[in-house]
């Protein structure tokens, strides 16, 4: 499997060579060249695999030549057996036609883990025997730094430097992050919001001062991997629910579109996918574009879903391009246009390519703390903030399928915001052992290129040669 970047001018690499970058040199981010494609027979034989053998098989194609197959499933199945439930992405019946896929069964109660897990392992497996360090430099509105902390903590080869906004991610969040002190974790706080932390990741993979002395790697989801990874969930969860003779719907809590972009896959790798809802807060920038074709970018409105707070949406970029005929010229004219005025127009043939399998809602925090109460008065079960929010959005759908909506959050780790909603504080579980009691180390920056780049530099150590 090749992999090109969507603005068509960087190196097309193999799946080894796309992990470690991350992010392709052109600014583009890399997709596989063309989509592997299961058929019915293939889907309905995924029924009887564990999920570590579900997800070697979705990925074997993407993964090509880079791993054997004996490697691959031996990485899954590391990676999962982390994972507190035996079927790591558990489905739980809500409703008649009503379903959660709780993806927060991992160390760090977010479904980060689920992708973060095994490139922890794919990028230990792809330094080993070589002289390459690799510098890991991501924005994190909150559970990426933590999954992508605890999965490289301590590893050799890799030192980390995670972004947060300073003050905007949850108690939990933060000290999931920064009580982990093993050397080569270095978290920053920054003095702006997430999307400048995104921002200031982008212009350092662009700063040759950094990019020359140090091999510079992405863990947010603009790197193909984790999206791979994501892509499992889906075909596990619907074969449960019949498929492939029957249709499955999934609301999706979106932020960066990386999760739900995962189901858009999914879908063209051949699983019978009813409806994709893009499920967004109050920072709508994704409902605006896919009900009006209107992507422009508003102010980050902070709500009691951090993880959603975004006004750009790095993989939206990837469904563009695959819907625009994969044309990277065009496609890089039309991100040069959207990075000078902040606005873009969808063409006609993206927006009606979209039309089909997505659809959207914005959900405000009344209507979602209105789901959470509904949902733990009629069902016992305590939803965290961003579950609430595609929950709420698939109850407004119309859609004769199974609904599956993703709990992308253990409730526990948005414990203030669960219980204003529903009077319930909800227990940390037990496997985050004593994280209030724990030492925290950080550093607070301001949010320019000059004191977070310069820090890199100092902290980080280079690549030998
Ligand atoms: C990251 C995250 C999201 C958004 O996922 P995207 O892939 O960025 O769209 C939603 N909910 C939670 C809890 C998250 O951590």
Known sequence: MRYVSTRGSAPVLDFRGATLAGLASDGGLYVPETWPTLSAGEIANLAGLSYAQTAARIMTPFVGDSLTSDELLALCETAYGRFSHAAVTPLVQLGHDQWLLELFHGPTLAFKDVALQLLGLLFERFLTGTDQRLTIIGATSGDTGSAAIDAVAGRAGIDIFMLHPLGRVSDVQRRQMTTVLSPNVHNIAIEGDFDQAQALVKAMFADPALSGRFTLSAVNSINWARLMAQVVYYFYAAVRLGAPERAVAFSVPTGNFGDVFAGYVAARMGLPVA?????????????????????????????????????????????????GDRDGAALAAQMRGFDTSGSLRLTNAQREGASGLFTSARVDGDDMALAMRRTHDRTGHVLDPHTAIALAAAQRLEVDAPVVTLATAHPAKFGDAVERATGVRPALPGRVGDLFEREERCVTLPATLAAIGGYVAEHATPTLV
């Open 275 to 323: 409806k994709l809802v893009v499920a967004t807060n109050v920072n709508d920038i994704l409902h605006r574009a896919l009900s009006a074709g209107d992507y422009s970018k508003g102010t980050v409105q902070q709500t009691a879903t951090p993880s959603m707070d975004i006004q750009v949406s790095s993989n939206f970029e990837r469904l563009l391009f695959d819907l």
